[in-house]
């Protein structure tokens, strides 16, 4: 998926696939939504995320919402929370290992 976001080019072929996740459920629930947490080149975060008529991601169709999808830019803050959110504690590790302490 390759979006524009403020003049910035966003491209999931080119940016490192981080960590991915999802709603649960099957892509027919109306609410389902999946999400994937991508690094660019350039070390710029951002979710790639798409869902149905009833996700945050729809899309409206004419008079009716739809299936839809979205590039959303991050910043590195906002990057470590969605990591810590989903238990990506690998990748929280290998990105963000300077700002993790032992409890």
């Known amino acids: 998926m390759i ?3 403020d003049g ?3 491209n999931t072929e080119t940016a490192e696939r981080v960590a991915c996740a999802s709603s649960g459920g099957s892509q027919g629930d109306f609410r389902f939504f999946s999400e994937e947490l991508f690094l660019t080149p350039k070390g710029t975060w ?7 008529a009833a996700s945050k991601y729809r899309e409206r169709a004419g ?3 739809g299936w839809g999808s979205k590039i959303t830019p991050l910043t590195p803050d906002e990057a470590l929370d969605w990591l ?5 504690v690998d990748q929280l590790e290998k990105h963000f290992g300077d700002q993790i ?3």
Request: proline share 0%; glycine share 12%; hydrophobic share 40%.
């Open 3 to 5: 979006k524009v976001v």
């Open 8 to 10: 910035r080019r966003f």
């Open 46 to 52: 951002f979710i790639a995320g798409e869902g149905g």
């Open 63 to 65: 008079d009716m919402w």
């Open 84 to 88: 810590e959110a989903h238990d990506e």
């Open 101 to 103: 302490e032992d409890a």
